[in-house]
């Protein structure tokens, strides 16, 4: 049974660093990815890795997305923070290809990590 269970969130500064892990379960899942939502605002996607890696054009150059295949754990290293990164956390994965930055492709969905950025 898939179970994925995002951790490492937490509240810091701005400037400040988190970084996000989310294991598999062993699936090892050919795309996986980052997404996020803030109060009242629609999920994005934030990074995904998986036939090529993509970024939101918010976090490039602050995020990176990567992905541990021994231990079947992904990561997402979240630098510079900022207070509009301020959202739940969510990891996602399927068991297709280049499902990219689209919430609506991945069929499995954790249950969040709260991010919060003050300034």
């Known amino acids: 049974q898939v179970h994925l269970v995002e951790s490492g969130g937490g509240s810091v500064q701005a400037g400040g660093s988190l970084r996000l892990s989310c294991p598999d379960s062993?699936?090892?899942?050919?795309?996986m990815a980052w997404f996020r939502q803030a109060p009242g605002k629609e999920r994005e996607g934030v990074a995904s890795?998986?036939?090529?890696?993509e970024y939101a054009y918010s976090v490039k150059g602050r995020f990176t997305i990567s992905q541990d295949t021994d231990k079947n754990i992904l990561y997402l290293q979240m630098n510079n923070l900022k207070p509009e990164d301020t959202a739940m956390y969510f990891c996602?994965?399927?068991?297709?290809w280049g499902r990219g930055l689209k919430a609506s492709l991945y069929h499995y969905w954790g249950q969040g990590t709260q991010v919060t950025v003050s300034s």
């Open positions: 062993g699936y090892s899942f050919p795309s």
């Open positions: 996602a994965a399927d068991s297709r």
């Open positions: 890795i998986g036939g090529g890696i």
